[in-house]
């Protein structure tokens, strides 16, 4: 079986297709890192996919958004000695994360990784800032493709709304100029137009 997958998209960062149902088809991606690899939230575990992985440096680490994203995320730890990141709040989905954050403050993992809580789709949901450039949304924030805009959506948030527009409006501290998320378009913008795109945001959530 041949695959063009992971399939890149800026500067070693990979989208990872092979989209599970256990996580309700969502997006995962794949950063390759001199200091190790890291996996976003999880695909299907298929030997084609972890044949490439291997080629590519195997994975470090496998951050996980939230509860509805971990999909295979125990295999690949597994297959790959990696270690699960995952907030306390979400514990319940990966019990045996290496890994657990705790509260609300952002985590730095290295140099080029920050981990974002944004408490709201869910009570523990994080986001990933990579390199001041890529962040990894879950299913907190994308680019809604019939409206040309950043979306959020209080049908689909199982926690707080109120909790969510309040994390939205705190991400308008960072910087970052690609959004990758769980579900619905990812998205490319100068820095300020996706800062701009957020205070939109920010203010229709409110």
């Not at 200091?35 to 084609?48: E, S, Y």
Request: charged share 20%; proline share 6%; net charge neutral.
């Amino acid at each position: 079986m041949r695959t063009d997958f992971p399939l890149c998209l800026d500067d070693g960062v990979f989208y990872c297709g092979f989209n599970s149902p256990k996580s309700y088809g969502g997006n995962s991606y794949f950063v390759q890192h001199a200091d190790g690899n890291w996996l976003i939230d999880a695909p299907k575990f298929l030997p084609p996919l972890v044949r490439r992985f291997e080629a590519m440096g195997g994975l470090a680490q496998i951050f996980l958004t939230h509860r509805d994203d971990v999909a295979d995320a125990a295999k690949y730890a597994r297959h790959f000695a990696a270690q699960r990141i995952i907030h306390r709040a979400e514990l319940a989905a990966q019990p045996d994360a290496e890994i657990v954050l705790e509260g609300t403050e952002p985590v730095p993992c290295g140099p080029d990784f920050l981990v974002i809580p944004t408490p709201g789709h869910t009570r523990g949901h994080c986001v990933l800032l990579y390199k001041q450039r890529y962040l990894f949304t879950g299913d907190h924030l994308w680019w809604e493709r019939d409206t040309q805009r950043l979306g959020a959506s209080r049908d689909y948030c199982w926690y707080s709304w109120t909790q969510q527009a309040a994390s939205m409006a705190q991400l308008q501290h960072f910087a970052f100029t690609w959004v990758l998320p769980g579900h619905g378009q990812r998205i490319h913008l100068p820095r300020e137009q996706m800062s701009q795109e957020l205070r939109t945001l920010v203010r229709r959530m409110h």
